[in-house]
């Protein structure tokens, strides 16, 4: 026996204009913009809002866009879709690639837009079978970690109802078709961490006069493979990676700086502090071994914070998931290293449930070499990749997930 929300759900959707959606799907991934320059992508959601009958506002934390349809007595649902693409060179060959040099849709915010267009759209035309307040929003500069932070600092629920509940979606490597739902830790939290060591420059022939960064610099590095290894419990999912290490401009000439570029994945405040103390501790030692004439400076750039579904929400998403879906394409993959600013929106305090929807072409999955998922999951373009195409059979599914879901709160209980 299905519930009625999957019931409604199926029925809204019943006749998605799915060719329409495709167009818009591929408009969008012609024209990628960076974060906080979606100006042309949130014009075109606002549109399709406004087209639908929701309430819309521009320009919210920079180029943000909401949409809210009040439908009578009932909780507010949110649901979000990311806008931006990412400095990244397309390599696909798809006839709808980029044509913006240098930018592309690698993280598939657009197939986030058009799904999130299709939902508004179909929940409007059927609003008949559900009551409450519906409030859609296309964020900006997810990549960046600031665009969720920026619309609510900007008085996004100050414009527009605070949601009892907050939905959002990812498109993920994997045979497309399956939705990962996790009730609890999904991605990661992540900072990036600078260090300026400053040494004392000099002529490459006298090192005798010089306290050299380049080799203070080395020994940082290295003893940073220790935090991980040597001072996190073997339990905690942890990643430091140095991605950046910059010093000099000539063989014979000592610089007087250099500059290390670091970003870490935690699962866990406690366990973010904890490396954070042990990077400075390090940095401030190899330092002082050296003899610097002062001590590094370490400062902290681009943080997210963890993302953690309540694990009533998402069951509860997940349920309907299987009655729209089937039973075998709702699985738990457990927490991911990569991270996410969606729970930015629900101010550390509201409910929420963020899942993936798989979207690799069949074609690309079976060619994929291995037999087990593992194998295949890894050899397939991932986000970020300048090969990475989400599927168009996928664009149907993830309008009937967030309907589906939205009605999980919004459709009448029976
Ligand atoms: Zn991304
Ligand atoms: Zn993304």
């Known amino acids: 026996m299905t519930s009625a929300a999957a019931r409604a759900a199926l029925e809204l959707t019943d006749g998605l204009p799915v060719s329409a959606l495709e167009d818009f799907y591929r408009d969008l991934h012609r024209h ?90 179909a929940l409007a035309a059927g609003r008949d079978a559900w009551s409450g307040t519906l409030l859609v929003v296309g964020q900006p500069a997810e990549e ?17 109802p605070r949601p009892d509940v907050l939905l959002g979606q990812h498109v993920a490597p994997g045979p497309a078709g399956l939705y990962a739902h996790v009730p609890g830790l999904i991605m990661s939290a992540t900072t990036d961490v600078d260090i300026v060591v400053h040494g004392r420059g000099g002529h490459g022939s006298r090192p005798e006069t010089t306290v050299d960064p380049v080799v203070t610099a080395a020994y940082i590095v290295t003893r940073l493979q220790t935090v991980v290894s040597r001072e996190i419990a073997p339990r905690e999912s942890t990643v430091l990676t140095v991605g950046r290490i910059e010093a000099g401009t000539a063989s014979n000439i000592i610089p007087a700086t250099a500059r290390i570029s670091l970003n870490l994945r935690t699962q866990s405040e406690a366990v973010r502090d904890r490396m954070l103390a042990a990077i400075r501790r390090i940095a401030e030692g190899e330092c002082h071994a050296a003899g610097c004439p ?61 899942w993936f929807v798989t979207s690799t072409p069949a074609a690309v999955w079976d060619e994929a070499p291995g037999e ?23 664009v149907a599914p993830g309008v009937r997930t967030l309907v589906s879901g939205a009605l999980a709160y919004l459709a009448p209980a029976n």
């Not at 943080?303 to 579904?309: E, H, R």
């Not at 087990?372 to 996928?394: E, G, I, R, W, Y």
């Open 32 to 121: 990628p913009e960076l974060a906080f320059e979606e100006h042309r992508t949130a014009a075109k959601l606002t549109e399709r809002l406004a087209g639908a009958g929701f309430e819309t506002a521009k320009g919210i934390g920079g180029t943000g866009v909401a949409g809210v349809l009040r439908n009578g007595e009932g909780p507010t649902v949110l649901l979000r879709a990311d806008m931006d693409a990412l400095p990244v060179t397309e390599q696909t060959g798809l006839a709808y690639a980029s044509g913006t040099p240098g930018v592309m849709h690698a993280c598939g915010h657009d197939m986030h837009v058009t799904w999130l267009a299709g939902a508004a759209a």
């Open 144 to 160: 960046s970690g600031k665009g969720a932070a920026a619309m609510v600092t900007d008085g996004l629920y100050d414009r527009f």
């Open 294 to 354: 002062r001590g590094p400076e370490v400062t902290l750039g681009n943080s997210f914070p963890a993302t953690v579904n309540d694990a009533e929400t998402d069951h509860r998403v997940a349920g309907v998931h299987r009655e729209v879906f089937g039973e075998a394409t709702v699985f738990d993959p457990g927490p991911a290293m990569g991270s996410e600013d969606f729970s930015q929106l629900a101010e550390g305090k509201l409910p929420y449930a963020y």
């Open 372 to 394: 087990d998922l593992m194998t295949k999951f890894d050899a397939v373009p991932s986000n970020h990749s300048p090969l990475f195409a989400p599927d168009l059979s996928v």
